[in-house]
């Protein structure tokens, strides 16, 4: 069984922080992410990074992944933790080809897409429903979609669709001035004439033989019906944390991983950083999930020196 100071689960902005600062700590890193990049390397337009004018997902996360390797990360992706077992003095850390053992664990296993929970969702997923515009935008050239949310990314993936499609129906369940989006996302959605912006709607059914045609709201108490050719579902997020609750580390109500200033949770030698912590509840952005990673990684670090300090006495 192949030993690491430090293992981190999750191969987002955070993830691939905590290997850069680790490694710089000395620290031999593994890195080990079901997903390249996770939900950033969706983005197709990223305005808001520090020193980059504007990027994408992709090109941002392979800059991340570039840098972490040339310092000496070993990286794994694609392949996903499947159980983490406490021992003596670490974890065994296993997935489906090895089992690895770190002396500390670092959680950035990000959130994944939150659901409608509507019958016929599972069926028609694929097939008209979509959770992400930039992997599936380009199969909807002259379409009418709908996109559900209010924040940022609904706002971001109606205007990236209206590059393929020839109408988008912006969606939102409550009044316009309760959306959650950056006002100069808004701006652009208002401006640009593929996007229609309808409020207080909730989607109830989706209709459709085999594939998605069309999408009942309730409208302030009335049904109204949209015919659509494809739904991208942009709610919100749930945090990947059920490895780090399968260890006894704490979460909220919501399940987020609690964590302190120092990102350490309340199971000593694991910590957490990024949108799977209730540090996300703040302000989830990738720059916030790199000042997670690196300090996740340095608690990891000190937590070391502490454990080697004793050691020694």
């Known amino acids: 069984m192949k030993e690491y100071d430090v293992i981190i689960v ?13 490694t710089r700590f000395n620290m031999k890193t593994l890195l080990i992410g079901k997903e390249s990049g996770g939900q950033v390397s969706e983005s197709y337009r990223i305005e808001n990074y ?4 504007m990027t994408n997902g992709m090109d941002l996360v392979t800059k991340f992944k570039e840098h972490a390797e040339s310092l000496g990360v070993k990286t794994i992706e694609f392949l996903e933790v499947t159980e983490v077992k406490k021992t003596e003095n670490g974890f ?9 053992f770190g002396r500390t664990l670092i959680f950035a296993t990000g959130a994944k897409k939150r659901k409608l929970g509507l019958l016929n969702e599972d069926r028609f997923r694929g097939k008209g429903v979509s959770y992400c515009a930039t992997c599936d935008g380009a199969f909807f050239i002259d379409k009418i979609v709908g996109v559900i949310g209010g924040g940022d990314s609904a706002v971001a993936s109606a205007l990236l669709l209206s590059e393929y499609a020839k109408k988008v129906y912006l969606i939102y369940r409550r009044k316009k001035d309760k959306m959650r989006a950056m006002p100069v996302w808004i701006e652009r959605a208002e401006n640009n004439e593929k996007v229609e912006m309808i409020f207080e709607s909730v989607p109830k059914e989706l209709k459709g033989e085999e594939k998605l045609e069309s999408v009942v ?8 019906e949209i015919k659509l050719d494809g739904l991208f579902i942009e709610i919100g997020t749930v945090p ?8 006894g580390v704490s979460v909220n109500e919501k399940g987020y991983i609690k964590v302190n200033e120092d990102m350490s949770t309340d199971v000593p030698g694991i910590f957490a950083a990024g949108d799977v912590t209730t540090g996300s509840n703040m302000l989830a952005q990738i720059v916030t999930a790199c000042a997670e990673g690196a300090i996740a990684a340095e608690s990891a670090y000190k937590y070391l020196k502490k454990e080697e300090y004793h050691e020694n006495l």
């Open 10 to 22: 999750g191969s987002g902005p955070a993830g691939y922080t905590a290997g850069i600062y680790a």
């Open 50 to 53: 520090p020193g980059l004018s």
């Open 240 to 247: 990947e944390s059920e490895l780090a609750k399968k260890l």
């Open 217 to 224: 709201f309730d409208q302030n108490g009335k049904n109204i």
């Open 92 to 100: 065994n850390v296993k997935t489906d080809e090895a089992t690895y």
